[in-house]
């Protein structure tokens, strides 16, 4: 499929973009946000520079995160995100040459996401586009037997989206995505810091907590994290400390609708599929299953075990990489 540094693929996450280099592996792994001086029409900064200015920035840079719940919500600021990164990722006659991309997306993308998708990819200097669904990613990257007449689950808990999917003979036999994911937990300990504490706090300072000492069960194990915003009362900058077990209480919604489409998917699967994954376990993937306890939580409340990836950051990207790497193997994992 290319020669060598070449091609490319990517996981275009609502939190972070990663991406990966034929022949040479992850080369990307930045922050999905862009920053732009509107004076200039000019990118500012991109990636960690950019996600650091957020609710930082003077009038003339307007920061964004053009990728929400996993697909393209602002398109000239996606645009340019993505261009940033395969310049980053490619050598200029690479560029030129126009590269293959295999870009992962949510399980439940509509047709007119993808086509907001491959039309960026190629506005980008994209030759060719393929997508493919991130639990079907996360699947190849862990090397599971996808291939074999045998059910095997994969729950991807992202930034902007939960995942589900089950898969068998090399294609998706019952799948879902809800928006419900890392960002709602954040958004849940903004809330919960609002209301119980009369404090403003920003999503990145709630994401900082939730990465802290974020945990499935409300058990007190002794952690705390300090949180600074203004007070709503006084109109001043204040601090509270929250512990653990606080976090786990605030995230407890998001938590159970994500045990939510679990069930809805095993509810959609067959007794054949059902029996092989009460047997291999389900695959669990994603930032959001870094939380403290959640295979646990999963396991205990889907009464099925629960197996965590050896990477779950980068394992969606590094089955996208090595689809591009067999890509006649893994050519009908693509979706069209």
């Not at 990819?121 to 079907?136: D, H, N, R, T």
């Amino acid at each position: 499929m290319g020669s060598v540094g070449k091609d490319i693929a990517m996981d275009l996450g609502t939190a972070n973009t990663l991406v990966y280099v034929k022949g040479k592996g992850i080369v990307l792994n930045e922050p999905s946000y862009i920053a732009i001086n509107t004076q200039e029409g000019a990118i500012h900064a991109v990636g960690m520079e950019a996600k650091v200015m957020w609710g930082r920035a003077p009038r003339h840079i307007e920061v964004y995160r053009p990728i929400k719940d996993g697909v393209i919500n602002e398109l000239q600021p996606a645009q340019l995100m993505i261009k940033h990164f395969i310049n980053k990722a490619l050598s200029r006659l690479s560029r030129i040459l126009k590269p293959r991309i295999i870009i992962c997306v949510p399980s439940g993308i509509t047709q007119v996401e993808k086509k907001a998708v491959i039309d960026a990819a190629l506005q980008c200097g994209a030759g060719k586009v393929f997508l493919i669904e991130e639990p079907m990613a996360a699947a190849i990257g862990a090397g599971l037997a996808i291939d074999n007449p045998q059910g095997v689950m994969v729950v991807d808990i992202g930034g902007g989206t939960t995942d589900v999917a089950v898969i068998s003979m090399g294609a998706t036999a019952v799948s879902d995505s809800k928006r419900v994911a890392g960002d709602e937990m954040d958004s849940a300990i903004v809330q919960y810091v609002r209301t119980n504490h009369h404090l403003m706090i920003g999503q990145l300072e709630a994401e900082e907590v939730k990465i802290k000492i974020g945990s499935a069960y409300p058990e007190d194990n002794g952690e705390t994290c300090p949180v600074r915003g203004r007070d709503l009362v006084a109109g001043t900058p204040k601090e509270v400390v929250l512990s653990s077990t606080q976090v786990a209480e605030a995230i407890q919604t998001p938590l159970s609708q994500i045990l939510e489409i679990i069930r809805e998917v095993l509810d959609k699967t067959t007794p054949e599929l059902q029996s092989d994954i009460h047997r291999e376990g389900i695959f669990l993937t994603g930032g959001g299953s870094l939380i403290k306890g959640m295979d646990q939580f999963i396991e205990e409340h889907i009464s099925i075990p629960v197996k965590m990836a050896d990477d779950p950051l980068t394992s969606v990207v590094r089955g996208a990489g090595k689809a591009l790497e067999e890509f006649h193997r893994f050519k009908k994992a693509f979706i069209t």
